[in-house]
């Protein structure tokens, strides 16, 4: 078992930054991939970023190249979603998830997931 608990949203004008975390709990947060989703008002969850249990491969959605980064430090069971430049079409719930069971992209390759936070990104 994992347990997730994401943090660091927030309201934020276009053009700011939020870091988002994801603390980790229970099973050796190192031996597992994790990856970041997002759900916008009256949209199904996307794909954000992924990244593997030691971080040495990430992946993206296209429209968050560049701006976004995902990153980890295992030694203190976090995991990390840097958003740089954000746009007011960022803004939704995100979420954390971790234990890859198949495509990295799609939600359902997950295991664990945390409640998610919100970012609002004001025009």
């Known amino acids: 078992q994992v347990q997730l608990v994401e943090s660091g949203g927030g309201l934020v004008q276009a053009g700011g930054s939020l870091r988002l975390s994801c603390a980790a709990s229970?099973?050796?947060?190192?031996?597992?991939?994790m990856g970041w989703f997002r759900r916008a008002p009256g949209k199904e969850r996307e794909f954000v970023a992924y990244i593997s249990s030691n971080g040495g491969t990430t992946y993206y959605q296209d429209s968050v190249k560049g701006r976004l980064t995902i990153s980890r430090d295992n030694a203190k069971n976090t995991g990390y979603l840097q958003m740089n430049s954000l746009k007011p079409e960022d803004t939704a719930v995100y979420y954390c998830a971790a234990g890859l069971r198949g495509p990295a992209n799609l939600s359902g390759s997950y295991v664990y997931w945390g409640q998610g936070t919100q970012v609002t990104v004001s025009s």
């Open positions: 229970g099973r050796t947060f190192s031996s597992v991939a």
